[in-house]
Structures are given as structure tokens and as C-alpha cells.
């Protein structure tokens, strides 16, 4: 079987890695020459849009997914016409614009923080005036990683964001006073069945998520089946085939939706070696219509990002439990080039391998 990647960034050869156990064989379109998944597989060098080599990328593919949630729709439409594309263009279309996907929570009944659409310098002082601040001001598409946001804290800071971000279709949304953040990735298969992860926790610095622990400890009873449903309703609404990632605020006993993905995630990376099957496994099963895996932890994991720079190997794998993915990519500010699953046997020993961890990835330093 022939899998096609929309996309072939650090997620789509990580799909590729989990595939080929499973005799799977790939092929990534992705516009940049240096894709960390070029290596995998074949390649097809080409813009999003341009259909010609789209039409070419698709002959002899028995399913097309995507990796990245930014391709055109009218991509993902086209491709719809010719293959098997899971997830549908209609999940693509949903997570493309934050508005969208805020009006989708609410349709759903899933809690999440009061927002507006700001097209205008007049919504702005409208919205501020009737959610109060602080609040946080964001591109309602392309935004990651805490790109094109900006927190409003007081009235002074309202301008200045304006100068920043004006211009293109934006949202404001209240400052949720969360107590941790939390995410939950679930997959769904052709046939509807639904599986979930365990609730985990993330750590997130300037936007860019820095460190998922998993399973989240201290989740109060009843939480763990709450986000399950909030997001088997996302699943469900759109007949979703895939992994799913939601990402949540936790407030006491309340979870409030802040963001959704259609495709594995980076909060869901700990399942490589800290679950009984990966979300990249488990996502391929599900396109493929294959049985769907395990979601149990195994043991306990953190997961570390490494941004901006590559630490020694050696290094890394002296830390017990350690396992060190790279994505071959070149290191830059703010730029995730791979990761370190941490697994033990426990919480307990897990903080203390995570400490002797962070020594060696942030030796600056960093506080956790
Ligand atoms: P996002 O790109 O929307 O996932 O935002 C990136 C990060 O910014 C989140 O993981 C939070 O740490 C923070 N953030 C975003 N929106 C809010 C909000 N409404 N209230 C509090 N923190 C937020």
C-alpha cells in the first residue's frame, strides 16, 4: 500500500517511520527542497496549488492524509475527486480559520473562552470593550507555535497590536486564568470506532509548546471522560478519520477548548515509545481502515522539545530511559528540530529523569 503525505515536515516522516513495520510505502508532497521526510520516501517537490503536480503526485497513492493543515482547500478537494483523503477536506477546512473552529466548540457544546472576529481597527475597541482585558489578540490563519498573537494586557497595549497584526482577519479572545494546560489526542477509524489517549500535561514558552507529561497527573475524576466527549463530538461531526489532537485549559474542574488539530501532534509524541501504540501508528491504521491500536500509557513519559539547537546524543541517551528523534533539521531560533521521549516506571522517577534530562538540553538553565 502506497500512503501520500500532504506535507513532509517532522510529523510526515514520523508517520513514515511507523509505517514501514507495517509494509506501508510513502510519498510526501511538500514546496521545500529540505523536507525532514524527504528522505523516507518519494518526493514530490511542488507548491500546494499547483494542481498539475498534484494530478501527478496522486497516480497510484491508495490514500492521501496531510500533515500539515494548511493546504488549500481547493488542494484537498481536487485530491478528493481522485483518492481516498483521510481525514475529509471538511475537518482541513474547519481548523484552517481559528474562527471557524471557535463557532464549531460552541456548536458542539464544547466550553472555551467568550471571543470576536476583529476585521477592523472600530471591532478591536469594540471587542475590547466588551470581553475586557487582558485578552489575546490573534491571526485568524497560518498561526503556530504562538505566532501572530498578542497578549492585551492594558489599553496601552491595544495599539500597538493593532500596528502589529492589523490588517488581516483577526480574533480576540479572553485570557483564560488557567491552572495547567492540558491536551488529548484520540484517533477514530472508518468504521466509527473511537480510541483515546490519557490526558497529558504541556508546558508551553513563548507560544511553542517546550514539554508534554503524560499521563497528566492529579486529574480529578470525571475529567479524563469529559475531554473524551468533547472531543468524540469533534470526531463525530465531521466523520472524521485519523488522530485528532484538542488542546485544553484546565479551570478547577472545568475544561475550556483553546485549539484543535486535524493531524497527529506534538503533544501526542510521547506515544512513541510511552504508549502501548503511537499516534502515528494508530493514524495510519485509521486511514487504512486497519484495526486501531492500544492508547494506553505505558509507564509514565515526558516529552521534551528541542528548539533551536541540537544537543549531544551521547549526552541525551546517558539519561536513563532517554530516546532522542531528530529531525534532521537545521537548527534556528524557535525552530523544533526534534525531540526526547523520557520513559520510567513512574511519576517519581520520571521527574527525576526529566531533571538530569533538561541539565543536558537546556543548560542555560531554563527553570521547569
Ligand atoms: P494557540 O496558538 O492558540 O494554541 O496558543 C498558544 C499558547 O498561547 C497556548 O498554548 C497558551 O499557552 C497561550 N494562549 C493562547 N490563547 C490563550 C487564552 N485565551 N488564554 C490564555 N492563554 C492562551
Same mark, same amino acid.
Request: glycine share 10%.
Given at each position: 500500500?502506497?500512503?501520500?503525505?500532504?506535507?513532509?515536515?517532522?510529523?510526515?516522516?514520523?508517520?513514515?517511520?511507523?509505517?514501514?513495520?507495517? %509494509? !506501508?510505502?510513502?510519498?510526501?508532497?511538500?514546496?521545500?527542497?529540505?523536507?525532514?521526510?524527504?528522505?523516507?520516501?518519494?518526493?514530490?517537490?511542488?507548491?500546494?496549488?499547483?494542481?498539475?503536480?498534484?494530478?501527478?503526485?496522486?497516480? @497510484? !497513492?491508495?490514500?492521501?492524509?496531510?500533515?500539515?493543515?494548511?493546504?488549500?482547500?481547493?488542494?484537498?478537494?481536487?485530491?478528493?475527486? /481522485?483518492?481516498?483523503?483521510?481525514? @475529509?477536506?471538511?475537518?482541513?477546512?474547519?481548523?484552517?480559520?481559528?474562527?471557524?473552529?471557535?463557532?464549531?466548540?460552541?456548536?458542539?457544546?464544547?466550553?472555551?473562552? #467568550?471571543?470576536?472576529?476583529?476585521?477592523?481597527?472600530?471591532?478591536?475597541?469594540?471587542?475590547?470593550?466588551?470581553? /475586557?482585558? #487582558?485578552?489575546?489578540?490573534?491571526?485568524?490563519?497560518?498561526?503556530?507555535?504562538?505566532?501572530?498573537?498578542?497578549?492585551?494586557?492594558?489599553?496601552?497595549?491595544?495599539?500597538?497590536?493593532?500596528?502589529?497584526? %492589523?490588517?488581516?482577519?483577526?480574533?480576540?479572545?479572553?485570557?483564560?486564568?488557567?491552572?495547567?494546560?492540558?491536551?488529548?489526542?484520540?484517533?477514530?477509524?472508518?468504521?466509527?470506532?473511537?480510541?483515546? =489517549?490519557?490526558?497529558?500535561?504541556?508546558?508551553?514558552?513563548? %507560544?511553542?509548546?517546550? /514539554?508534554?507529561?503524560?499521563?497528566?497527573?492529579? *486529574? #480529578?475524576?470525571?475529567?479524563?471522560?469529559?475531554?473524551?466527549?468533547?472531543?468524540?463530538?469533534?470526531?463525530?461531526?465531521?466523520?472524521?478519520?485519523? *488522530?485528532?489532537?484538542?488542546?485544553?485549559?484546565?479551570?478547577?474542574?472545568?475544561?475550556?477548548?483553546?485549539?484543535?488539530?486535524? $493531524?497527529?501532534?506534538?503533544?501526542?509524541?510521547?506515544?512513541?515509545?510511552?504508549?502501548?501504540?503511537?499516534?502515528?501508528?494508530?493514524?495510519?491504521?485509521?486511514?487504512?481502515?486497519?484495526?486501531?491500536?492500544?492508547?494506553?500509557?505505558?509507564?509514565?513519559?515526558?516529552?521534551?522539545?528541542?528548539?533551536?539547537?541540537?544537543?549531544?546524543?551521547?549526552?541525551?541517551? $546517558?539519561?536513563? %530511559?532517554?530516546?532522542?528523534?531528530? =529531525?534532521?533539521?537545521?537548527?534556528?531560533?524557535? $525552530?523544533?528540530?526534534?525531540? *526526547?521521549? *523520557?520513559?520510567?516506571?513512574?511519576?517519581?522517577?520520571?521527574?527525576?529523569?526529566?531533571?538530569?534530562?533538561?541539565?543536558?538540553?537546556?543548560?542555560?538553565?531554563?527553570?521547569?
Amino acid at each position: 500500500m502506497k500512503v501520500g503525505i500532504l506535507g513532509g515536515g517532522q510529523l510526515g516522516r514520523m508517520l513514515a517511520l511507523a509505517g514501514y513495520p507495517l %509494509g !506501508l510505502r510513502f510519498r510526501f508532497l511538500d514546496p521545500k527542497g529540505d523536507a525532514p521526510a524527504r528522505p523516507l520516501g518519494e518526493f514530490v517537490r511542488a507548491r500546494f496549488d499547483d494542481l498539475d503536480a498534484v494530478a501527478a503526485f496522486v497516480e @497510484g !497513492l491508495d490514500v492521501v492524509t496531510w500533515e500539515f493543515e494548511n493546504v488549500p482547500i481547493s488542494t484537498a478537494r481536487f485530491l478528493a475527486e /481522485r483518492v481516498v483523503v483521510r481525514p @475529509g477536506p471538511a475537518a482541513l477546512e474547519q481548523a484552517q480559520d481559528r474562527l471557524t473552529e471557535k463557532k464549531a466548540f460552541q456548536a458542539l457544546g464544547i466550553p472555551r473562552a #467568550p471571543c470576536r472576529a476583529v476585521d477592523s481597527r472600530q471591532d478591536l475597541l469594540r471587542a475590547r470593550t466588551e470581553l /475586557r482585558l #487582558p485578552a489575546v489578540l490573534k491571526t485568524r490563519r497560518m498561526g503556530y507555535d504562538g505566532k501572530g498573537q498578542r497578549v492585551l494586557a492594558t489599553s496601552a497595549d491595544v495599539e500597538e497590536a493593532w500596528e502589529a497584526l %492589523g490588517g488581516t482577519p483577526l480574533l480576540l479572545e479572553g485570557l483564560v486564568p488557567f491552572e495547567r494546560e492540558l491536551s488529548i489526542v484520540g484517533v477514530r477509524g472508518r468504521s466509527g470506532e473511537t480510541r483515546f =489517549y490519557p490526558l497529558v500535561e504541556n508546558d508551553h514558552e513563548e %507560544g511553542i509548546l517546550v /514539554r508534554t507529561r503524560a499521563p497528566a497527573e492529579d *486529574v #480529578p475524576a470525571g475529567l479524563q471522560k469529559l475531554a473524551e466527549g468533547y472531543l468524540r463530538r469533534l470526531l463525530e461531526a465531521v466523520d472524521y478519520v485519523g *488522530v485528532m489532537a484538542l488542546e485544553l485549559f484546565q479551570v478547577g474542574e472545568e475544561l475550556l477548548a483553546n485549539e484543535m488539530a486535524p $493531524r497527529v501532534h506534538n503533544s501526542g509524541h510521547w506515544t512513541q515509545e510511552g504508549a502501548r501504540t503511537s499516534q502515528f501508528e494508530n493514524h495510519l491504521r485509521a486511514v487504512l481502515g486497519l484495526p486501531l491500536g492500544e492508547t494506553e500509557a505505558v509507564g509514565w513519559t515526558a516529552m521534551v522539545n528541542l528548539i533551536g539547537r541540537v544537543p549531544s546524543a551521547s549526552a541525551v541517551l $546517558r539519561v536513563p %530511559g532517554a530516546h532522542l528523534h531528530l =529531525y534532521d533539521k537545521a537548527p534556528r531560533k524557535g $525552530r523544533k528540530v526534534g525531540h *526526547v521521549n *523520557v520513559r520510567a516506571s513512574d511519576v517519581r522517577e520520571g521527574e527525576q529523569r526529566l531533571r538530569a534530562l533538561t541539565r543536558v538540553v537546556m543548560p542555560d538553565g531554563v527553570t521547569m
